[in-house]
């Protein structure tokens, strides 16, 4: 079970990585934050309405330094199919970031997502650090679609905190200002937003 300022769980898996088929360990993705965007299963619905948001995201992360790699349960080779298959048919066509195959359930599991009953991944996501610590982590029922907003925010408040040394109130964006971690830090901060 993965717990938050804790080294992620470690994987090596198959991966579809500019359209073909790699092996892909966490150490490979070092040096770099990760977003780890679990989903429950190809060729469904809400799934690739999330897979295309990150897409259209996609630009955010990468100038964030930022990994992303989206998995779910499906082989490698049903990744493929989907990849190939339109936008406008459910399809992923146009993805380019990697599709983990965790057919054996292992990282579902590991990271604690993994939906017994359903044999499936819940919606979960993971920040890590570039020293593959967790930062953040969220899980959505299955039928609950997330916003990938959210989570270029969250990796603007985690590079606001490692550089800045000052912590994000509520509703932090880049080019806000943040706190110290002290007494003195939330009075100036409630007096300065007034």
């Known amino acids: 079970m993965v717990i938050i300022g804790q080294q992620a769980p470690a994987f090596a898996c198959d991966a579809i990585v500019n359209g073909q088929i790699k092996h892909v360990t966490l150490a490979d993705f070092n040096n770099q934050y990760k977003l780890l965007f679990f989903y429950p ?97 969220s899980i959505n029922n299955l039928a609950l679609g997330r916003n990938i907003d959210e989570f270029v925010r969250l990796v603007d408040a985690l590079r606001h905190v490692e550089t800045a040394g000052e912590v994000c109130p509520a509703g932090w964006h880049e080019g806000k200002k943040g706190m110290k971690a002290t007494q003195e830090g939330l009075k100036t901060y409630f007096e300065s937003a007034q």
């Open 41 to 137: 299963l190809n060729f469904t619905f809400v799934c690739p309405t999330e897979l295309h948001a990150l897409q259209a995201a996609l630009p955010l992360f990468e100038a964030r330094d930022t990994a992303v790699l989206a998995i779910s349960v499906d082989s490698p080779y049903s990744h493929l199919s989907w990849l190939n298959t339109p936008k406008s048919t459910g399809g992923i066509e146009g993805i380019s970031f990697p599709l983990l195959s965790d057919i054996n359930k292992t990282m579902a599991r590991s990271y604690g997502v993994l939906n017994e009953t359903a044999g499936v991944a819940l919606r979960g996501v993971f920040l890590l650090d570039k020293n593959n610590v967790v930062q953040h982590a």
